[in-house]
């Protein structure tokens, strides 16, 4: 059995793109995941950019049908709703945009085709610097968007995640 994950840093704007665009298969659900508290609320491709843009929603969850919503923690979420993708959105902050990553332990077509259309709107390849100690390193894996290119080009810092010491770039 094969998984997928996918780390790549785009603008809220583009996450919310990305979604919209998924939830126009007509079979793909959606659900919104708050932490705290925990909450799971459905969501539509109407509805979804709200939810991208809620300060508390870290997660959307993507299943190729109804999602069972009746749940009080991510595992259980996940255990309930078997095969599903998840997009863990990277969130502006005070020190720069965080990473996202869509992922999934069940490769479907859908998600094979999820992850195409990713990479076909994302480019790969980035350079990351710590600026505690100055070493360099490549990810030719990761992925970014225009408009993350564009808020790094501006001075905004692109990091794994918002404690992190490495600095990512285009790589170009």
């Not at 300060?55 to 979420?77: K, M, Q, T, W, Y």
């Not at 005070?94 to 992850?115: F, M, N």
């Not at 905004?156 to 918002?162: G, H, K, N, S, V």
């Amino acid at each position: 059995m094969t998984s997928l994950s996918i780390q790549f840093y785009a603008t809220l704007d583009e996450v919310a793109a990305f979604a919209r665009r998924w939830l126009g298969v007509e079979t793909i659900h959606a659900v919104a995941v708050e932490y705290r508290p925990f909450t799971v609320s459905p969501t539509t491709r109407d509805e979804v950019e709200v939810h991208v843009r809620r300060e508390g929603v870290r997660r959307l969850v993507f299943a190729e049908g109804p999602i069972d919503c009746s749940v009080h923690g991510n595992n259980e979420l996940l255990d309930k709703n078997e095969g599903a993708l998840i997009l863990d959105i990277g969130r502006p902050g005070p020190s720069g945009l965080d990473e996202s990553r869509v992922s999934a332990t069940k490769v479907t077509v859908a998600w094979r085709k999820i992850a195409a259309d990713l990479k076909q709107h994302t480019s790969a390849g980035m350079v990351g610097v710590n600026e505690r100690t100055g070493a360099t390193a490549k990810y030719g894996a990761l992925h970014y968007t225009q408009g993350a290119a564009a808020l790094e080009e501006s001075g905004t810092p692109l990091r794994p995640f918002e404690q992190s010491p490495v600095r990512l770039r285009p790589d170009s």
